[in-house]
């Protein structure tokens, strides 16, 4: 691989922005995401035309992978309505755990009597592909008009949660592994980086929302939030918080300071302030619309990273039947999970049950928790990565394709069938 020309990495990156720009119009208008595309297009880049070095990337893989979700979390938490996260975050918890949970040791039973491995280091796996990804969830449900906002919400919030669940619950038995960690404090990790998460995301949106209104019709106000919210990220991660819901809640409180002030007591609501309206007018006009460019051209770039990183030449027939095997379990654990929740629940028609079961897309926190452990030097587990990336790329082709054939099928339906 040469090094390439300013010239030519300005170009390609323009490309790249066009060739987004154009998946966004040809999901309009055909409901086929575009994340397939982009990430084809990052393997033409890489493992195809070789233009850049695999393990170059892989390196910037976290931290852009990372700033990608904080910013698509908090365009989520920004369009969502509180008392619809309200009444379905009792669900979402209970559906992630219970999809997270079964996908985590069907893997790790796979894992062992398959693959012949530890169970320790097949649970590792399994909290590893165990979630979903608000990179790519998030962005996709909230362009579907054949679910309702409930069933979006949840699903968001889902793919919010799993990132939680798979971080802490992954770190955790890496410490296991290492001998620098203890089995019971998994539950209280968890337990706090909600907590905290939750606290921090009201106190600083608090905040925030004053701030905005102080700074009403002045320059930089988006940079100025940008920077919150990497601050923020930082802050909830130094006190045991999680980083990402957190960022998810301070989108959430901002989106709905004025209907939170609302129901405040006079004191408090003194406190904060009565210009929240002012906030509202920045946060509907200039924040929202600047964050919604923001992260269409973070996940852009992130979608095609993932395609850079993708290295076929180290890909056997065991390493690529083994990540079939891991797909289609993930694939089938959700299915019956979805089936036995809407069965139970009476509430999903038939398109939501198979279109919720579509929405397992893995990303960016498998991505990355993928190859910590072998960079802990944690034995048994150099797989890893070729796994997730495998799991990864068909989870978002199945997602494609699955979402393609709903479109499809209203096409169908909305269409009467000719007389004869």
């Keep these: 691989m040469e090094s390439l020309s300013v010239e030519t990495v300005l170009g390609l990156v323009g490309l790249v922005i066009l060739i987004g720009l154009a998946g966004e119009l040809l999901f309009k208008e055909t409901g086929v995401p575009s994340v397939l595309f982009l990430i084809g297009l990052g393997v033409l880049f ?36 509180l008392a619809k996260v309200m009444k379905e975050t009792p669900v979402a918890i209970l559906f992630t755990l219970a999809v997270f949970t079964a996908t985590m040791l069907t893997t790790a039973a796979f894992y062992v009597w398959v693959l012949q491995g530890a169970w320790l280091h097949g649970l590792l796996l399994g909290a590893i592909l165990g979630g979903t990804t608000g990179a790519i969830v998030i962005p996709v449900v909230s362009k579907l008009e054949s679910l309702r906002e409930p069933v979006k919400v949840m699903l ?6 799993t990132d939680v669940f798979v971080v802490v619950t992954a770190l955790a038995i890496m410490n296991l592994l290492t001998g620098a960690g203890r089995a019971g404090g998994m539950v209280s990790s968890l337990f706090h980086a909600f907590l905290d998460a939750l606290l921090l995301a009201a106190v600083a949106g608090a905040l925030w929302a004053r701030l905005l209104a102080w700074l009403h019709g002045q320059a930089l106000s988006y940079m100025l939030t940008l920077s919150a919210i990497l601050v923020l990220y930082t802050i909830a991660e130094v006190i045991g918080a999680n980083g990402a819901i957190t960022i998810l809640l301070f989108g959430l409180v901002l989106g709905n300071m004025e209907t939170l002030v609302g129901r405040l007591a006079g004191p408090i609501r003194r406190m904060i302030g009565y210009e929240l309206d002012k906030a509202e007018f920045e946060l509907d006009t200039f924040l929202k619309r600047l964050n919604e460019e923001l992260s269409f051209l973070v996940r852009t770039f992130f979608y095609v ?6 290295d076929f030449s180290a890909v056997t027939w065991m390493v690529a039947g083994a990540g079939i095997a891991l797909f289609l379990i993930g694939l089938g654990v959700r299915w019956v999970i979805v089936e036995g929740f809407g069965f139970a629940r009476g509430e999903w028609t038939d398109t939501e049950r198979r279109m919720i079961t579509s929405m397992l897309p893995r990303g960016v926190a498998a991505a990355v928790m993928a190859f910590l452990p072998s960079g802990a030097g944690i034995p048994g587990t150099d797989l890893f990565p070729l796994y997730a990336l495998t799991v990864i790329a068909l989870s978002v082709l199945y997602m494609t394709v699955a979402l393609a054939i709903e479109r499809g099928r209203a096409v169908e339906v909305k269409i009467p069938a000719p007389s004869v």
């Design 46 to 81: 890489g493992p195809v035309l070789n233009l850049t070095n695999a393990t170059h990337v892989i390196a910037l893989a976290p931290y852009f992978g990372t700033l990608a979700l904080l910013i698509i979390l908090f365009d989520g938490g920004l369009n969502m309505q």
């Design 305 to 310: 990273l993932l395609g850079l990183i993708l």
């Design 156 to 161: 968001s919030l889902e793919s919010a949660f």
